[in-house]
């Protein structure tokens, strides 16, 4: 196993509509309003745009993002990503109940030289860092659509 390489997957119950979901999670550029640790978003050109991260670690990532798919019959946003973190990332949608499952899945290698550095010893911390970016982006979600069912 690559000490620089993680998968991520992570299970999403939201109390929206399917589309009212993917409506939201495909402007990226408005992810930084309601996910505290995605610092900022710059679009580059219709497809390609550059993104800044910081959690809990005291360290900024870099990436530059191009869309490799945009269905929204299929409910799928997937994202090739280079820079700190090399790989892609992808949610798929589907209806659950009255509201949406949202599956993301995410893998990628790390390319920063500190957290290459850090990779054995690091691992546990960086796993729990982004289980709290993960829970932080779903609460923000969640605030997001709640405000668009009382409007």
């Known amino acids: 196993m690559d000490r620089n390489h993680y998968r991520f997957r ?16 495909e402007r990226a550029g408005e992810y930084p309003d309601w996910w505290p640790q995605v610092r ?7 497809r390609t745009g550059t ?3 910081r959690s809990l670690i005291p360290y900024d990532l ?6 490799s798919r945009n269905d929204p019959r299929a409910r799928v946003l997937e ?6 973190l ?3 990332a992808r949610w798929t949608l589907s209806a659950r109940g009255g509201g949406t499952r949202a599956v993301y899945e995410q893998e990628v290698d790390v390319n920063k030289p500190l957290l290459r550095r850090l990779a054995v010893a690091g691992r ?6 982004h289980a709290l970016m993960m829970r932080a982006g779903r609460r923000g979600l969640r605030k997001v659509l709640a405000r668009r069912h009382t409007v």
């Open 10 to 25: 992570s299970v999403w119950e939201l109390d929206a509509a399917p589309d009212v979901v993917f409506g939201v999670l």
């Open 40 to 46: 900022e978003v710059t679009p580059v050109d219709e």
């Open 51 to 53: 993104a800044r991260f």
């Open 62 to 67: 870099h990436v530059r993002a191009r869309e």
């Open 79 to 84: 994202i090739e990503m280079t820079g700190d």
């Open 86 to 88: 090399e790989g892609w």
């Open 124 to 129: 546990p911390f960086f796993l729990a860092n």
